[in-house]
């Protein structure tokens, strides 16, 4: 059977740009879900998110976006959102963004069916980990999105009696960090 | 009259690669490589555990998260001189062959091929002829004429759905695209079959690293596979098998088809063996070792100044004294304080911003040098290194893919000519057919190994009082990786990472000299400077990764070239 990806993308060094793989920590920690529905932080694979896409029939990212809005906004953008935006000239393997992984899983004939982008709008990609208190605030209602998505295509979760560790290991102490 | 031509594509959040290029008479007459955000890891890593520094610097990059991780348990078991059980060597050896191995791929058919291939013309493509061309190249079974029906059906529906535009790395057009339709479509059969390859390649390193992205099994001292040939739970044979079937696929492809498409390509732009060649000092070290000391290689490492191959000096380790006391970074034209090169163990990572200044600082990357000098990394100083010293393997398919060029180019081509933008992809094609050969002879020794009985795969690292040093190094897909940390007392008190691209993507120096990129597009032909298609390939011929694992995604599209007269 062909399962859903919940993932997580960004990187977690990077400030707000952790917000993804955070997110699906805590989803991964706190939930669980009908068979077939699988959790991943991603971290920031460019192209190499199409490997990860075979055998996928919907797919649902939590991202950071740079969308000029306020800092912690959510927006939602579905796969003909995404699959319009003409991409520049890539000069590294980080810039295939989103938009060409689709469409080049479409041509291996691996592009998931649906596509949800929940978009958090980042405030810093500073050079520490964790997440600006805004970003913060909003990943209860990101988490919130990935949860009615999963009910839309027709799956179920339910919260776990005991949370396991989310094993967030970025944000954790170190006595000389700055 | 003189042109700048700004050619970056990314915002201020995202933050890569930027070349800056002056053309004069339409050739280039002046360059700048920039990366366009700072890197303050090192700075995170300060104060921490060594045994978990890798977890972090395993997201210096979301492509080669693998190759980070890797160096940087060596790094710290070269402080603690400590030795790695055979089984552990081995385990990390095939992780790292099947990490380049994906990684080459990918670069070639996604990442680059587009600049020589315009999917435009394979509507107009003969298949029977593409057919023929492809049996005279290889008898790999993907090559039906089934199979370039399907691909060029691919094509005709995404034109027909008007979403070809979104392959806009391809200057499509551009008079300096000239493969023949059938050529075209042989390449972009091969673009949509590597896809399935390359993942299998990937499935290697999750595997045997427990997941991927973000390897699970890597600790200071070996590895954490528990191996056991009759459990389900652990390695096993089944799995072992499982792992060598994936590998003997990669490697069909990679020298039936990834090695002639390359050849067949090049040989159809000759001229493209005479232009950017640049920085001709090349570096590369050691690796897959083969004992517990890592005394012994099977791939070699070594530099060589200014093209002279006669004038080769090997390593004889990973961590050689001669690469120990050669590397400095300089800072004169990044964005960090700092008023002379400095040994990366002293290393410094301390931002001073200013805007982009193209007689002061312009880019967040510093400045690495060995004995001074710029130097190259990547395949072709692996192959060059290899080639000069005599390094059986690498003759074999350097002669091999050199034989092939000259047959379909009809001039004989030599060594010399791959100081140029196709010899970076001829040697990343001969590199990888070395590594898929060697997968084989890697994954026979540890079954072996296993075999007789020795299931060991880690020693427990004891961290002393007081400061300790270390280098680790791998020979990663991009080129020569160093991860250089200073431990006192038990935790990380200082840490430089000095990667592939910092190398190659490095602002001048203190000199004034150019790092690998400026130099490679100086005196560029540039046909258009609206199209900058040549500096692109250049540029691409690298591989270029800013390790900047910064991605964010931005719903409003961007533009690339901006021109300006001066």
Known sequence: ?178 | MTKRITIDPITRIEGHLRVDIEVENGSVSNAWASCTMWRGIEKILQGRDPREAWLFTQRFCGVCTTVHAMASVRAVEDALKLEIPLNAQLIRNLILIAHALHDHIVHFYHLSALDWVDVMQIPKADVNKTTALADSLSNWAGNSKNAFRQAKDKVLAVAASGQLGIFTNGYWGHPQMRLSPEVNLLAFAHYVQALDIQRKANMIVGMLGGKTPHIQNLTVGGVANAINLDSQATMNMDRLVEIKKLFDEVMNFVHNVYVPDVCAIAGMYPDWFSIGGGVKSYLAVPDLPLDTKSQAYDLPGGYLFDGNLGGVKTFKTAADDAFRKGVTEDVTHAWYEGSKPLHPWQGETVPQFTDWEADKKYSWVKAPRFQGKPMQVGPLAQVLIGYASGHELTRKWASAALAKVSAVAGVKATPDMLHSTLGRHAARAIRCAMLAELAGKHWQMLVENIGKGDVATHNAPQFPAGEISGVGTHEAPRGTLSHWVVVANGKIKNYQGVVPSTWNASPRDNNGKHGPYEASVMHSPIHDPQQPLEVIRTIHSFDPCMACACHTFDPEGKKLATVKVL
């Open chain 1, 1 to 178: 059977m062909k399962k859903i990806l919940i993932g997580g993308v960004g990187s977690v060094l990077l400030g707000d740009d952790g917000v993804g793989p955070y997110a699906a920590h805590l989803i991964d920690a706190n939930f669980e879900f009908s068979e077939g529905v699988v959790v991943e932080d991603l971290g920031t694979p460019g192209l190499d998110l199409v490997a990860h896409l075979t055998g996928v029939r919907a797919l649902i990212i939590v991202d950071s976006v740079d969308n000029r809005k306020e800092p912690g906004s959510v927006t939602l953008y579905r796969k003909q959102d995404i699959l319009k935006v003409r991409p520049a000239i890539r000069m590294d393997p980080h810039s295939p963004a989103l938009t060409e992984t689709l469409f080049v899983a479409e041509l291996a004939g691996d592009a998931p069916d649906d596509v949800l982008l929940i978009g958090v709008t980042g405030k810093t990609y500073g050079d520490t980990p964790g997440l600006s208190d805004e970003v913060e605030a909003a990943v209860e209602s990101a988490i919130a999105e990935v949860l009615r998505e999963i009910e839309r295509l027709g799956e179920s979760y339910s919260r776990k009696a005991q949370p396991s560790d989310a094993g967030i290991w970025w944000t954790a102490y170190s006595e000389n960090a700055v």
